[in-house]
């Protein structure tokens, strides 16, 4: 029956019959793909981040546009040095290559936190991938700016995703409670009188 009938899927108990329990479920896993969508721009940052770097030592003049600014202009002012004082340029790419790994490991633990739903790393990511697309800016390379904007609008979306799901979750956490504290007062406490 339906709720236009005047008669809701829920059982005696007046607790969310099956149609509702799947409704509920089916939003969660959409809230958590999300969220994950989200979350996982930071995986592609940092790995084509790392591609960026090797184009760049290996003669390159090209760049993935989702790559970040901070790693691509310490490999050209690596390179810049390294072409002017050759003796110097082999340690300076080991700088920039090191600089950039260490970089890519940050945002690889910035996606693995998000993904775990700590809404203030995710926030912090997003915040520095902002500035990072700022340096952007700041050099004149518009499409990577560009860019940047439509990947942060898509982080944006999933920690919007994992906040609601995380408010869901409070939501049926507490409806949980409530209903077992009824169901608690209701007992038999098992006192006979005489």
Request: glycine share 12%; hydrophobic share 50%; with cysteine.
């Amino acid at each position: 029956m339906t709720e236009a009938d005047g008669v809701t899927d829920q059982t005696p108990g007046g607790e969310p019959g099956h149609a509702h329990i799947a409704k509920i479920a089916e939003a969660m896993e959409a809230l958590k793909a999300a969220g994950n969508n989200g979350a996982s721009w930071f995986f592609w940052i940092a790995g084509l981040s790392l591609i960026n770097t090797v184009i760049a030592h290996a003669g390159g003049d090209s760049h993935f546009i989702v790559g970040l600014a901070i790693t691509a202009i310490v490999d050209a002012i690596a390179s810049g040095i390294g072409k002017q004082n050759p003796e110097a340029a082999t340690p300076l790419m080991m700088v920039a290559i090191g600089f950039s790994v260490f970089v890519a490991v940050m945002c690889v633990i910035f996606g693995w936190l998000s993904r775990k739903r700590l809404l203030w790393i995710f926030g912090i990511g997003m915040f520095l991938y902002l500035l990072d697309g700022l340096l952007y800016l700041l050099i004149g390379d518009y499409l990577s700016a560009a860019f940047h904007g439509y990947a942060l609008y898509s982080m944006i979306t999933g920690f919007n995703a994992y906040r609601q799901l995380n408010k869901l979750e409070s939501a049926l956490e507490s409806a949980t409670e409530e209903n077992s504290a009824v169901a608690d007062d209701g007992r038999d406490v098992g006192f006979e009188t005489t």
